[in-house]
């Protein structure tokens, strides 16, 4: 059993810091973390990218661990998210109900070789090439870990973001990653003919145990021509390598075929660096009160438009 990087000690740390309670499990073919989470009818258990499961076999008793301690926690329901792919109708038998997903129901993955040489193989020539002559087109790329200078990141992220329609991480909780180990700020910046230098992307990379992970990115777009985001993702593959991990995790695409899907576009991009699909099971909620839960599945389409109307 391998556990995902959002079920390690890295991450608990960080989620207890963040004021959440936690708690562990194991099993003999299965074990967990599960974070007390609150709404406004009462508390759940999430488990992201959880329970951890040695087989298929191992969900019926992993989901028994989960559904007592929920109980003993007086919960409403426990959200999961398997990383072993479940069918609807394997996820029916445990009586868990499909849920609006909450981390990515598939990724996709590159294993890292064993030379930078490899990588630039693998990405192809003008990815290869734009992150060979960086420095003569005036683009450098360094790493922080200052929470002060995540301001350049949060300028791209939110207006990707307004772009893709998609909602953001609240500022406080992603500043607040810069302080463990695990987080890194990538930043690329092009140094103009006043040699001043200009930030054009950035992102935010995890790293963990066998991986490093694409967690959050964005670009300038009046600077797409630069090719910023390809050379600070490829500089990303290589510092990932150099740190001896297996693979590289771009964490999360759309299967989705439609240009207007709102992820289609970085999916495409992230296809375009080689590497494999991975899926998930998706996420699920396990109901232990179901009067509160069939409440709080009403409410809860209302209550996320309040948060995006208030967000903006």
Not at 7 to 11: A, C, G, I, T
Not at 221 to 226: A, H, I, S, V
């Given at each position: 059993m391998k556990p995902h990087f959002l079920?390690?000690?890295?991450?608990e740390a960080f989620q207890k810091a963040e004021g959440f309670e936690i708690?562990?499990?194991?099993?003999?073919?299965?074990e967990f973390m599960a974070i007390l989470k609150p709404t406004s009818l009462g508390?759940?258990?999430?488990l992201p990218y959880g329970p951890t499961l040695k087989d298929k076999k191992a969900l019926k008793s992993s989901i028994s661990a989960i559904k007592k301690l929920a109980a003993a926690k007086n919960c409403i329901f426990a959200r999961i998210e398997p990383t072993i792919p479940f069918s609807a109708a394997e996820m029916k038998k445990i009586g868990a109900k499909k849920s609006h997903h909450i981390d990515p129901e598939h990724t996709w993955i590159l294993d890292l070789p064993k030379t930078d040489a490899e990588i630039y193989e693998i990405i192809g020539k003008n990815k290869a090439r734009a992150h060979k002559n960086r420095a003569q087109k005036g683009i450098s790329v360094r790493t922080s870990k200052n929470p002060a200078e995540m301001e350049i990141f949060f300028k791209f992220y939110e207006e990707v973001a307004k772009k893709d329609n998609f909602q953001t991480n609240e500022r406080n909780y992603l500043k607040n990653q810069l302080k463990y180990d695990f987080a890194t700020l990538y930043i690329a910046e092009f140094t103009d003919e006043n040699d001043k230098k200009i930030p054009i992307a950035a992102t935010i990379m995890y790293?963990?145990?066998?991986?490093c992970y694409y967690a959050y990115a964005g670009a300038d777009?009046?600077?797409?021509?630069?090719e910023g985001g390809a050379i600070?993702?490829?500089?990303?593959?290589?510092d990932a390598r150099a740190a001896g991990k297996k693979f590289f995790d771009f964490w999360g695409i759309t299967t989705s075929e439609n240009p207007k899907d709102p992820w289609y576009g970085f999916t495409k991009f992230k296809k375009s660096f080689g590497g494999r699909q991975i899926d998930y099971a998706g996420t699920y909620d396990i109901p232990i009160n179901r009067k509160k839960?069939?409440?709080?599945s009403l409410l809860r389409p209302i209550n996320k438009l309040k948060r995006k109307i208030t967000r903006h």
């Open positions: 079920q390690s000690r890295e991450w708690f562990r499990e194991k099993g003999e073919n299965y508390n759940y258990l999430f790293t963990g145990k066998d991986a777009y009046e600077f797409r021509k630069k600070l993702l490829t500089q990303m593959l290589m839960y069939t409440l709080y």
